[in-house]
Nanobody
Framework: QVQLVESGGGLVQAGGSLRLSCAAS????????MGWFRQAPGKERDIVAA????????YYADSVKDRFTISRHNAKNTLYLQMNRLKPEDTAVYYC??????????????????WGQGTQVTVSS
C-alpha cells in the first residue's frame, strides 16, 4: 500500500505559477506509475498529467500541455507538478494517484489504486 500526501496548493493570480508536491510513503514509490488529477466543483475528476515509474513516459491533458510539467524524484519518494501560466479554469482540487501499471496510456483513472486527499488550487482572474 502507498500513502500519498499533496502540498503546494494555494491562491494565485492568472498568469502565475505554483508547484505541487506529492510525498509518498509505504511500498516502493519507484515501482508505481503516478498521475495528477483535478476536480472542479460539479465536475468529474479528470487526468491532468501522468508519468511512468522510471520517468521515461509522460502524458498531458490537452488543456495543460506546454504549461504544466510532471516530474518525479524516486530517491525522495516525491512527485511534482509545475504549473505555469495558470488560468482561472485551472481552479480545482488537485489529487495525486499511484498505479501499479497505468501506461502505455497513463490517463485511465480506473487503473489508479491509491489516492491522496487533495490540495486546493485557486486561480483568480
Amino acid at each position: 500500500q502507498v500513502q500519498l500526501v499533496e502540498s503546494g496548493g494555494g491562491l494565485v493570480q492568472a498568469g502565475g505559477s505554483l508547484r505541487l508536491s506529492c510525498a509518498a510513503s509505504g511500498r516502493t514509490f519507484s515501482s508505481y506509475d503516478m498521475g495528477w488529477f483535478r476536480q472542479a466543483p460539479g465536475k468529474e475528476r479528470d487526468i491532468v498529467a501522468a508519468i511512468s515509474w522510471n520517468g521515461d513516459n509522460t502524458y498531458y491533458a490537452d488543456s495543460v500541455k506546454d504549461r504544466f510539467t510532471i516530474s518525479r524524484h524516486n530517491a525522495k519518494n516525491t512527485l511534482y507538478l509545475q504549473m505555469n501560466r495558470l488560468k482561472p479554469e485551472d481552479t480545482a482540487v488537485y489529487y495525486c494517484a499511484a498505479s501499479a501499471g497505468s501506461f502505455p496510456t497513463g490517463w485511465e483513472k480506473d487503473l489508479y489504486d491509491y489516492w491522496g486527499q487533495g490540495t486546493q488550487v485557486t486561480v483568480s482572474s
